[in-house]
């Protein structure tokens, strides 16, 4: 009896051992098209058996969708040869294709996910993860062109979802391992566009995750940076979301402290906010660490401005000047204060006032080579100065006139 009960329980054992799949499974694997089995695999996950089956399940839709996707950019690369050798080419299923590299990837994403647990025995054995990685990243390339296709044919939802899944697939764990050299030319400026599409749909969260992807991309980090200070800003409608936006805003100076743009933009909130003195402190503290730091010295040089002090305004003018000679605001503004300024000597000190104007004049000049075509309006007063210092009717006057 002993040695009876013994073989039964090796019997039962084995069979334990050796259970085939669940009916579900075994549906969800007879499937022959994606649609299918995809239907199979949502309405009955909570009958496969265990997260092996689950894997095995969204592996399905891995083989299925990378067949769809094999079978058409195969005849792309096909038609490349036989264009050039004048053969005949064959048809592409190209809305199929990119569809098919969507589906491939997800179902990889969630295969891994389940794929990637313990089993029975506690250890971490992953079945489908090598072949997967593989496969998958190539069809995940694709989306870069998908996204592409579908703005040219004016449907921004495409774009967003397959724009959208290829940045978010970059930080998958199942492609940790791929080489990332094919995309470092424009993942940031995907990325970007995928934010800009979030944002337009009002998703917010979404937008700024993606703005945080693309400002890792030197190329698009100032882009990027203002994007997100714009999502930030949507909505403002009281005093508390305004306090809340500018905490949001300092708190990304504090990531980007050479950023002008976040810069400007913490300077102009507390001065919208009417608090003149934290708009001067925080000036104060970027100056500081950095002296020469242009955008500070230009917000502070025109704060002493709005506060009708031109002899400040135009020493801190100046050190912007030197700090980036090239920018014909500046020049106008500081041509202004010295100009305000000579007044005073005009009779009291010839000789200071004459010092003073011909300064003046020296940095409207200097706006009007910067600034030609006149965005800001410097034609009169450079004349007036013209006029005050030399008289209407010279020479040099006379001239300044044609640009009034």
């Known amino acids: 009896m002993k040695k009876f009960m013994i073989l039964a329980l090796m019997v039962l054992g084995t069979t334990c051992a050796f259970a085939g799949d669940s009916d579900a499974l075994k549906a969800i694997k007879k499937a022959k098209d994606f649609n299918e089995a995809q239907n199979l695999v949502m309405n009955s996950l909570g009958q496969l058996a265990n997260d092996a089956e689950k894997a095995a399940a969204y592996n399905k839709l891995v083989d299925l969708a990378m067949d769809k996707f094999t079978k058409e950019s195969t005849n792309v690369t096909?038609?490349?040869?036989?264009?050039?050798?004048?053969?005949?080419?064959?048809?592409?299923?190209?809305?199929g294709m990119n569809e098919a590299a969507y589906n491939a990837v997800m179902a990889a994403m969630e295969c891994d996910k389940y794929d990637q647990k313990p089993n029975e025995k506690g250890k971490v054995a992953p079945k489908f993860a090598a072949k997967n990685a593989q496969r998958a990243w190539q069809a995940r390339q694709q989306l870069v062109n998908a996204g592409q296709d579908a703005l040219n044919n004016e449907n921004q939802a495409e774009a967003k979802k397959f724009w959208g899944l290829f940045v978010d697939s970059d930080s998958a764990p199942l492609f940790k391992d791929c080489d990332r050299a094919f995309q470092q030319p424009f993942f940031g400026q995907v990325a970007r566009f995928a934010a800009i599409f979030a944002y337009q749909d009002k998703d917010m969260a979404t937008a700024l995750k993606y703005c945080d992807v693309a400002v890792n991309d030197p190329s698009e980090a100032e882009n990027?940076?203002?994007?997100?200070l714009e999502i930030l800003g949507a909505d403002l409608k009281n005093h508390e979301d305004s306090v809340k936006y500018l905490a949001n805003v300092k708190e990304l100076f504090k990531q980007h402290s050479d950023n002008?743009?976040?810069?400007e933009k913490v300077y102009n909130m507390y001065m919208g906010m009417g608090d003149k003195a934290a708009a001067l402190s925080f000036l104060d503290d970027v100056l500081?660490?950095?002296?020469?730091?242009?955008?500070?010295?230009?917000?502070?040089?025109?704060?002493?401005?709005?506060?009708?002090?031109?002899?400040?305004?135009?020493?801190?003018?100046?050190?912007?000047?030197?700090?980036?000679?090239?920018?014909?605001?500046?020049?106008?503004?500081?041509?202004i204060c010295v100009r305000a300024q000579a007044q005073a000597f005009s009779d009291a000190d010839p000789a200071k006032f004459k010092s003073m104007m011909e300064e003046a004049i020296k940095h409207f000049?200097?706006?009007?080579?910067?600034?030609?075509?006149?965005?800001?309006?410097?034609?009169?007063?450079?004349?007036?100065?013209y006029s005050q210092l030399y008289g209407e009717d010279d020479a040099k006057t006379k001239a300044a006139e044609a640009d009034k």
């Open 78 to 95: 096909w038609n490349q040869t036989a264009a050039q050798m004048g053969q005949e080419t064959k048809p592409v299923d190209e809305a």
């Open 224 to 228: 990027a940076l203002a994007l997100k």
């Open 260 to 263: 002008a743009t976040i810069l």
């Open 288 to 335: 500081a660490k950095n002296p020469n730091n242009f955008v500070a010295l230009a917000d502070k040089g025109m704060y002493y401005m709005d506060q009708d002090n031109a002899a400040e305004a135009a020493k801190y003018l100046k050190q912007a000047i030197d700090a980036k000679e090239d920018n014909a605001v500046v020049h106008y503004y500081y041509a």
């Open 365 to 385: 000049d200097r706006t009007k080579e910067l600034d030609p075509d006149k965005m800001i309006p410097w034609g009169y007063n450079r004349w007036s100065a």
